[in-house]
């Protein structure tokens, strides 16, 4: 899944000149590999401060979520080689000098059960961790896995969540004042007024998950053959599509190509307080989840920095800086002024606890479910080929 548009970079700070740790002597050092913009250089600077002499940071920002998993795969490989296999690592000739990993990483949940799965990631310290107990139970369960990555009570805490959004409706004020209405719901994509209009992500768990929210169902439907309305509300909403697309859907938006965009809120956010023709609302039915987490790679060694991070982000001082410079949400609960934030973003950064309670994060579903999740999206998609 990939939550960055054409428009996300540089939406908080250039992390890349003020997160590197100071140089010098060799000394300790918490490297930690980070989602571009999702957390802002005034944040890691103050743990810098807090932290003992001697202690150097050095933040690696990257600007997809779909690198950082790579990346963690690669890591694994590198390290499961062994010199007979032959493999570079671009290290000096006779050294053995093992590839440099980071202590931390930031992964999007829909990475979770792959890098559980494929021994990519270690469980956290919980008992570390003393700020867990003030997350929702909500966020508890979503990280609590058993070893093939899905959620399970007795399983152990993969993750730690940091920010989190989710799938929303942008649209232009301008063409719906015409049309004398504005969207509430998924069931207003349907409208014969946005025939061709429309913008979807380019996702099968997106696409049939908000038809399957507005038919009154969950998103992690396990049983799409017993919905027998499903594939006929999928090909009418596909008449209203001009395109899909997960990354570049709000491009079109602002240039009026399209009245309507569905897509991620750290996308969409940031964007409308640059456009006022632009709009958002979160469909009052419920929506789809996401969120940022941090993530140990396989064998790092390094448990006290790591833990003193995450505890850092769970304050709730520090979780309302993360909310209000990222434009995203805080998995703890924090005390924010209204004022803190501009107009247009608060009502979804604020107060939005019914229709929260009402949506879902996109749980990993069975091999054979989620194929056939593919295969459904793939044939609605094909009759778009043959108009």
């Known amino acids: 899944m990939d ?3 054409f428009l996300q970079g540089g939406t908080t700070l250039a992390l890349a000149q003020m997160l590197i740790g100071c140089s010098g002597n060799k000394q300790t050092t918490l490297n930690v590999q980070l989602l571009k913009g999702s957390i802002p250089g005034q944040v890691v600077d103050q743990f810098r401060r807090n932290l003992q002499k001697g202690v150097n940071l050095n933040f690696a920002p990257v600007e997809q979520l779909q690198s950082l998993f790579e990346e963690l795969q690669s890591w694994y490989n590198q390290s499961q080689a062994t010199p007979k296999q032959g493999l570079n690592f671009n290290l000096p000739l006779g050294s053995s000098q093992k590839p440099q990993i980071a202590d931390l990483v930031t992964l999007g949940d829909y990475w979770l059960k792959a890098s559980i799965e494929k021994k990519l990631i270690q469980p956290l310290e919980i008992e570390q961790l003393k700020q867990w107990n003030f997350l929702p139970q909500r966020w508890k369960e979503l990280v609590t896995r ?10 152990k805490v993969w993750a730690a969540p940091y920010r989190w959004g989710s799938t929303v409706i942008a649209y232009r004020r301008d063409k719906f ?3 004398g209405w504005t969207p509430t719901d998924w069931s207003d994509l349907w409208r014969n007024e946005l025939h061709n ?3 979807l992500l380019d996702l099968d768990r997106e696409v049939i998950g908000l038809v399957l929210k507005k038919l009154g169902k969950s998103y992690n439907t396990e049983n799409l053959e017993a919905i027998p309305s499903l594939e006929a509300e999928l090909k009418a909403l596909n008449q209203q599509v001009k395109f899909y697309d997960s990354t570049k859907y ?5 240039l009026g190509d399209t009245w309507l965009a569905v897509g991620w809120s750290d996308d969409v956010l940031p964007v409308i307080t640059r456009y006022p023709q632009l709009a958002v609302v979160t469909p009052l039915s419920g929506t789809a989840l996401w969120t940022d987490v941090w993530v140990k790679p396989v064998g790092v060694k390094q448990e006290d920095l790591v833990n003193q ?5 769970w304050e709730p001082n520090v979780a309302e800086q993360i909310l209000i410079l990222t434009k995203t949400n805080s998995p703890i609960s924090v005390k924010v002024k209204p004022s ?3 107009e247009q973003l608060r009502n979804f950064l ?5 229709i929260l309670v009402k949506s879902e994060f996109l749980l990993p579903l069975p091999l054979a479910v989620a194929n056939q999740y593919k295969s459904l999206f793939a044939k609605i998609k094909s009759y778009s080929n043959q108009i």
């Open 3 to 5: 939550r960055r548009s």
């Open 177 to 179: 004042q015409k049309l």
């Open 350 to 354: 604020l107060n939005q606890d019914d």
């Open 197 to 199: 209009r429309i913008s």
């Open 340 to 342: 803190s934030i501009q």
């Open 250 to 254: 709000l491009e079109p938006l602002i």
């Open 309 to 313: 991070w995450i505890n850092f982000c």
């Open 146 to 155: 058993n070893d093939q990555g899905f959620q399970d009570a007795k399983g």
